[in-house]
């Protein structure tokens, strides 16, 4: 199994920056894919980008130019650069990984982006 924890959320003024950060433990070696995905109130989650265990990233098109994400495969963590950030990115912001067939979601780390 793998355990899950997310950083780098809080406050930040429209057109700032955050970096989250999520840090696997467990049975790391398992891993394949890593990714963000975040939901909103009262809406449903949606999958913000995702990286693979040979780098290969993926974005969804709103974030795309603005969101960087990458991963440290020796520290099992996974990040997400967050720039020029709007306030439609508010959000709960989860850390998705992919172990053999399984899926492990991370608790959550809340971003508000003020206007």
């Known amino acids: 199994q793998v355990q899950l924890v997310e950083s780098g959320g809080g406050l930040v003024q429209a057109g700032g920056s955050l970096r989250l950060s999520c840090v696997a433990s467990?049975?790391?070696?398992?891993?394949?894919?890593m990714g963000w995905y975040r939901q909103a109130p009262g809406k449903r989650r949606e999958l913000v980008a995702t990286?693979?265990?040979?780098?290969?990233?993926n974005y969804a098109y709103s974030v795309k130019g603005r969101f960087t994400i990458s991963r440290d495969n020796a520290k099992s963590t996974v990040y997400l650069q967050m720039n020029s950030l709007k306030s439609e990115d508010t959000a709960v912001y989860f850390c998705n990984v992919g172990w053999f067939a399984n899926n492990y979601w991370g608790q959550g780390t809340q971003v508000t982006v003020s206007s």
């Open positions: 467990g049975s790391t070696a398992g891993i394949n894919r």
């Open positions: 990286i693979s265990s040979g780098g290969s990233s």
